[in-house]
């Protein structure tokens, strides 16, 4: 059984620059996998910010960027805000059929 | 305005049965691949099943298999999630989604969610 990783926590300070990242137990993480990043505050549906690895969803800020590092997934955050306080979710396309979310990663801003 | 609202959650025996629907507007639905989504209390969200806009396709994760169904009625601009033998573990918030632009392989817009409890 695949298993998608990710940091599970995390801290940046306000105005900061954080790096989470999404990868696989076994194997690399390439662009066939079409990463998506997710964001998720308690009590609240997920929202999708970023599609097969770098594309912003609408409406999403450009301080949210993706990309490939190594052999990972990354969702880059800058200028990081007091409200982006919030768990990020990855999501891995891995074959027809076959989605796998990581386990998250908790954003803390202070 | 998108709009994905679920609905007929509740609680339900472990081995009954229950069908959640999700309602859509603001998106053209019969063209829209659609997706369920669910999240266990306190852990990530879990992909649970996945129809193509015309049916053609559907895909379920390993742990439904064989027991949950997923169907759409495009003139009704509705998704069902059909649920049979319901387990403990199947206690999750249900959320339904529309796929993203890549065809079953991320998630575009979601629905608020609603809770189904499997409890005796």
């Known amino acids: 059984q695949t298993v998608v990783t990710q940091e599970p926590s995390f801290s940046v300070s306000p105005g900061g620059t954080v790096t989470l990242t999404c990868g696989l137990d076994s194997g690399s993480v390439s662009t066939n996998n079409y990463p998506s990043w997710y964001r998720q505050t308690p009590g609240q549906a997920p929202r999708t910010l970023i599609y097969s690895t770098n594309t912003r969803s609408s409406g999403v800020p450009d301080r949210f960027s993706g990309s490939i590092v190594g052999n990972r997934a990354a969702l880059i955050i800058t200028g990081a805000q007091a409200d982006d306080e919030s768990d990020y979710y990855c999501l891995l396309y891995m074959g027809p059929g076959i989605l796998l979310f990581g386990g998250g990663t908790r954003l803390t801003v202070l | 305005q998108v709009q994905l609202v679920e609905s007929g959650g509740g609680v339900v025996q472990p081995g009954r049965s229950l069908t959640i629907s999700c309602a859509a507007s603001?998106?053209?639905?019969?063209?829209?691949?659609m997706h369920w989504v669910r999240q266990s209390p306190g852990k990530g969200p879990e992909w649970v099943a996945v129809i193509w806009h015309d049916k053609t396709k559907k895909y379920y994760a390993d742990s439904v298999k064989g027991r949950f169904t997923i169907s759409r009625d495009n003139s009704e601009n509705t998704l069902y999630l059909q649920m049979n033998s319901l387990r403990v573990e199947d206690t999750a918030v249900y959320f339904c989604?529309?796929?993203?632009?890549?065809?079953?392989?991320?998630?575009?817009?979601w629905g608020q969610g609603i809770l189904v409890a499997v409890s005796s």
């Open positions: 603001g998106i053209s639905f019969p063209t829209s691949g």
């Open positions: 989604a529309k796929d993203g632009p890549h065809w079953g392989r991320d998630l575009a817009y």
